[in-house]
């Protein structure tokens, strides 16, 4: 059975400059992720995991070597296609700050949607759905503020969730929580994984985030230093 | 985003103050610069001056023996010339004016500053023009020849009552001595320091007969008789009168506009220059302060702006909305301010600011009560540092947007 493969990392190498010299942040990594994985970068501080997510992201671009993420090379794209291929296939989750203070939870979720110029009344019921998923119908009307942290990263997930990317990066996404609310938060994405067949990909240090990982891949000083897959249904504790 | 209430309001308090600000001093530095201007053409420079050659090098000593001669004549051909300039004779002179007891033994004495004037001519401008009947305190003022106005607060010293007989001592156009007798039927106050300090009116024709030059005077000024000072037509009268005088003769009459005297120039241009001082400080400080304080580009907007990145807006998109923002809030901000200082501009023209306190000893004129003014422009200079700073805001922290690299999103957001 030939899954298809979605990003391709080859030999990517990526370097800072730091004063005179450089500081290699990765390292030849050569990595591929297939549709419907739910898989995570775990690693020590400082061992890569967010620059290789920008990367993915088309957020940042390889110093040297090749990203392909849905057979565009990331490297190329100008800023208007990079920007189109966030909007369109690319979904975010970042750790905190996630939503934007001055709009409601609707209209966060809402706003991806707005970019793609989708009619008033698709985008409605799409919000809705998407809001759905999460749980928070009923909060729609309110403000970022107004939420806990586990309600602020759902609202995130349905803001990433809602134009149905093929990917969707999340960066120590449960960083910020509480045990329960890890838990309910790793559920939800891992039901829309199940679901819509979305590609989860997670860096994280989180214990009871690995518990759902069915691949973990570990990093240390940008260099991959172990892929390993969960065979079996992963535990949930 | 205009939803934003706490995101707007204190941007859009920021740029209604700095315009408030801005458009009350312009219109405040504008409305004493004007009275300023007015008061002096009233007094002392007239729209235009003529005065010869040397007296104009000297006239800060009055020196009549430099007067100018053959007055009708030059008057009569300035009438022909430039019909639509009013022009008058003045002379200033120094003196001591001498007040008389019953036995005609000196009741007291004091050093004086003779003020000539056109009162007698039927339906003469010029007591007007000096303000003089606003000024009246006590009496009347002359109907005819060797009668005399004195400064109130002269008057009071010396107790002078009206119809007292008082001596003015002087020299004549020649340097020999000179005195002449006057009824005093009234006094004045100007409200001017350099005005009310021995101060006497008295008509042209008696200072030429007491300084002994019956057809001289040490200045004729020129009013345009419809309008307000105006510079450039000021500039023309004098540049073709001045060319028809023999540049050789120290006793040629030059003509002197209104900003060629008393530095008057300087003044003007330099409160011109304060203003536009004013207003680039006024946008500089706002474009930095809208921009430092984060409302317009801050930690909490680039982080915004981090998340709408990565969601996939275009920069261009960004930026734009950015503008638009920063535009609105410019807007709305400038016509509260341009409100606020409106009002406050509108409450000094209309109540004044009583200053005279402040200016008992100067010797400049300087109107003691303090008036500011409405000009159109005012809308003007209101708009433009309101709209300039936010615009300008927003494209400091516009740059923001362009320069940052999209990489170091994760790395922002992750704090
Ligand atoms: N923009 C940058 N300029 C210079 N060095 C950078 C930059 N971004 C990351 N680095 C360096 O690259 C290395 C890897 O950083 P990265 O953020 O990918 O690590 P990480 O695994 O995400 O760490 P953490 O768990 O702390 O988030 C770090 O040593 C970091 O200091
Ligand atoms: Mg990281």
Redesign the pocket.
């Known amino acids: 059975m030939a899954i298809e493969e979605i990003i391709r990392l080859s030999e990517v190498t990526?370097r800072?400059?730091?004063g005179e010299t450089e500081?290699t942040?990765?390292k030849n990594i050569n990595l591929a992720f297939h549709k419907g994985e739910f898989a995570g970068?775990v690693?020590?501080?400082?061992?890569?995991?967010?620059?290789?997510?920008?990367i993915m992201g088309s957020l940042d671009v390889p110093t040297t070597g090749e990203a392909v993420v849905l057979g565009q090379h990331i490297s190329k794209l100008s800023h208007k296609a990079s920007a189109e291929l966030r909007n369109r296939h690319l979904g975010f989750i970042f750790q905190v700050f996630n939503l934007l203070p001055v709009y409601t939870v609707y209209e966060n979720v809402e706003f991806a949607l707005l970019l793609q110029n989708m009619p008033a009344q698709e985008r409605k019921k799409t919000v809705y759905e998407a809001l759905d998923w999460v749980g928070l119908t009923a909060l729609a009307h309110k403000k970022p503020d107004k939420l806990s942290g586990g309600e602020g990263q759902r609202v995130a997930i349905a803001r990433a969730m809602v134009k149905r990317p093929a990917i969707l990066l999340a960066?120590?996404p449960t960083a910020n929580l509480d045990a329960a609310n890890a838990h309910l938060i790793l559920q939800t994405m891992k039901r829309l994984n199940d679901e819509l067949k979305t590609t989860f990909i997670f860096?994280t240090?989180d214990e009871k985030v690995m518990g759902y990982l069915g691949r973990i891949i570990h990093?240390r000083d940008?260099c991959i230093e172990l892929d390993e897959t969960i065979k079996n249904k992963p535990l949930q504790r | 985003m205009l939803r934003d209430k706490n995101r707007s309001l204190l941007p859009v308090l920021i740029v209604a103050i700095g315009v408030a600000l801005t458009v009350f001093l312009s219109g405040y530095l504008r409305g004493v610069m004007d009275d300023v201007t007015d008061i002096n053409a009233r007094f002392e420079t007239g729209h235009v001056k003529i005065m010869t050659r040397s007296y104009a090098e000297n006239k800060d000593q009055l020196p009549v023996d430099l007067a100018i001669l053959g007055v009708d004549s030059l008057r009569n051909s300035l009438k022909k010339q430039f019909p639509e300039m009013a022009w008058e004779s003045r002379m200033r002179f120094g003196g001591i004016l001498d007040v008389p007891d019953a036995s005609r033994n000196s009741r007291g004495q004091g050093p004086v500053l003779g003020m000539a004037l056109d009162f007698l001519t039927p339906r003469t401008k010029e007591p007007e023009r000096m303000n003089i009947p606003n000024a009246m305190v006590r009496g009347r003022m002359p109907q005819r020849l060797g009668e005399i106005l004195v400064g109130e607060d002269f008057a009071q010293k010396l107790k002078i009552k009206m119809g007292d007989q008082v001596t003015h001592f002087g020299s004549t156009m020649s340097g020999s001595l000179s005195f002449k007798n006057f009824v005093v039927t009234g006094t004045v106050r100007f409200g001017m320091a350099a005005m009310d300090r021995g101060t006497i009116l008295v008509d042209i024709r008696d200072a030429q007969t007491m300084l002994d030059m019956p057809d001289g005077t040490s200045e004729i000024l020129g009013y345009a008789t419809e309008s307000a000072y105006q510079d450039a037509q000021m500039q023309s009268i004098a540049t073709m009168f001045n060319a028809l005088q023999n540049p050789q003769d120290e006793f040629a009459p030059v003509m002197q506009t209104l900003k060629q005297q008393n530095n008057l120039g300087e003044l003007i241009d330099y409160s011109a220059k304060m203003s536009g001082f004013y207003v680039f400080i006024f946008v500089m400080a706002m474009a930095v302060v809208l921009w430092n304080t984060g409302l317009l580009g801050g930690v909490r907007r680039y982080k915004e702006f981090g998340i709408r990145l990565a969601l996939g807006e275009f920069k261009g998109h960004m930026y734009r909305s950015l503008l638009l923002e920063s535009v609105v809030v410019g807007v709305v901000g400038s016509v509260i301010g341009l409100f606020i200082g409106l009002s406050g501009v509108y409450y000094l023209q209309a109540y004044g600011l009583d200053i005279s306190g402040m200016m008992e000893n100067s010797a400049m004129l300087i109107p003691s009560v303090i008036r500011a003014k409405i000009t159109p422009d005012l809308f003007v200079i209101g708009f433009i540092p309101g709209l300039l700073a936010t615009t300008l805001g927003a494209m400091l922290s516009g740059i923001g947007i362009f320069k940052r690299?999209t990489?170091?999103l994760?790395?922002e957001l992750?704090v």
């Open positions: 990526k800072y400059p730091m500081f942040a990765l970068l690693g020590p501080s400082g061992s890569g995991k967010t620059t290789l997510l920008n960066d120590e860096s240090h990093l940008g | 690299q990489a170091s994760f790395k992750e």
